[in-house]
């Protein structure tokens, strides 16, 4: 398994955005499909986005669709969640995962289950 660390949480306004980036150890990662996920205080943990290997296809939760772009850098062993118009709902501690078991061939589950998780950055948009 991967280990995963994120970073680039923060506070921002209402409209404004954030990136955030997912490190992972290790030397496989590009065989890694890769999911972003989040928890708001005293709700479950809930997809957000997913990247197979390879970064061909992206996949996104409804909420944010059109506004959330994630991508992966395979000579970085990085993961990022580019995240724009970002709303007070989106608040939420944000959770990077890996997972190797999750796609095989065409076949691709973005929204797992994962394996590997990182500990979490936390995110707070104001209003």
Excluded: H
């Excluded at 944010?64 to 994630?70: S, T």
């Excluded at 997972?99 to 995110?123: C, E, K, L």
């Amino acid at each position: 398994q991967v280990q995963l660390v994120e970073s680039g949480g923060g506070l921002v306004q209402a409209g404004g955005s954030l990136r955030l980036s997912c490190a992972a150890s290790g030397r496989t990662f590009s065989s890694y499909a890769m999911g972003w996920f989040r928890q708001a205080p005293g709700k479950e943990r809930v997809f957000v986005a997913g990247i197979p290997n390879g970064g061909s296809v992206t996949y996104y939760a409804d909420a944010v669709k059109g506004r959330f772009a994630i991508a992966r850098d395979d000579a970085k062993n990085t993961v990022y969640l580019q995240m724009n118009m970002l709303k007070p709902e989106d608040t939420a501690v944000y959770y990077c995962a890996g997972d190797r078991s999750i796609v095989s061939g065409s076949t691709w589950y973005p929204r797992g289950p994962f394996a590997s998780w990182g500990q979490g950055t936390q995110v707070t948009v104001s209003s």
